[in-house]
């Protein structure tokens, strides 16, 4: 997969002076750990939305553009983020609900459900779903381990980092289980791009 070129956080939000810095944290943190090279960052470092799907027979590095991820503020004022990434594979969907927090940088911890997030402003629940050209579509429907950290948070930007985000994947159809999958490292620097929404949703 070839990563976008631009740099959205640097396009779309050139606001305070904070947000420089912030792009060179995020950048570190999806790439300087582990020994990983600088030129291997993740998604280049250059995406909206960049997540590395471990557990498939090879991992899927997804990487979106900032206008191609769909970021709302629902009523109660919680950031809604989709992204959808199509590839002649099929299709992949990851989904994010958490709080709008003032005190950022702050660390969340994911949650099983929608609901625990909307209640709890310290919650964030991820959601991932594939759904092959060839076979039956699974989504997440438990959620264990990993970290992820709000870096900056109000009611036009967003960004942060998560990892080690362990997913068991359901088959939709018939509800078993069918394997695991781990969001390794993402990243996010997001604009608000829709209109406040009046309540939560679950695109699945």
């Known amino acids: 997969m070839v990563p976008s ?3 959205p956080i640097i396009r779309a939000l050139r606001r305070p002076a904070v947000l420089a810095g912030l792009l060179l944290a995020i950048l570190v943190a999806c790439g300087d750990d582990n020994g990983v090279d600088p030129g291997e960052r993740l998604c280049g470092g250059q995406a909206g939305l960049g997540v590395r799907v471990e557990g498939k027979a090879e991992p ?7 206008v191609d991820v ?3 503020i629902t009523a109660l004022d919680r950031y809604d983020v989709s992204g959808l990434l199509q590839t002649s594979s099929g299709v992949y969907q ?29 919650a964030v629940w991820i959601y991932y779903q594939e759904a092959p050209n060839s076979g039956d579509t699974i989504e997440s429907l438990e ?5 992820f950290q709000l870096s900056f948070s109000d ?20 509800g078993d289980a069918v394997g695991k999958r781990k969001l390794a490292q993402g990243f996010f620097s ?11 949703t679950v695109n699945r």
């Open 70 to 72: 769909s970021v709302a």
């Open 143 to 147: 959620v264990t381990g990993g970290s």
């Open 94 to 122: 990851v989904q994010m609900v958490f709080a709008i927090r003032p005190d950022a940088p702050v660390a969340l911890y994911p949650v099983q459900t929608i609901n625990e997030a909307v209640s709890n402003p310290d």
């Open 155 to 174: 009611a036009n930007v967003l960004a942060g980092t998560f990892e080690g985000i362990t997913l068991t994947m359901h088959d939709i159809q018939s």
């Open 5 to 7: 070129t631009q740099t």
């Open 190 to 200: 997001l604009t608000v791009k829709s209109p406040t929404a009046a309540t939560e």
């Open 60 to 66: 899927l590095d997804i990487c979106l553009d900032d």
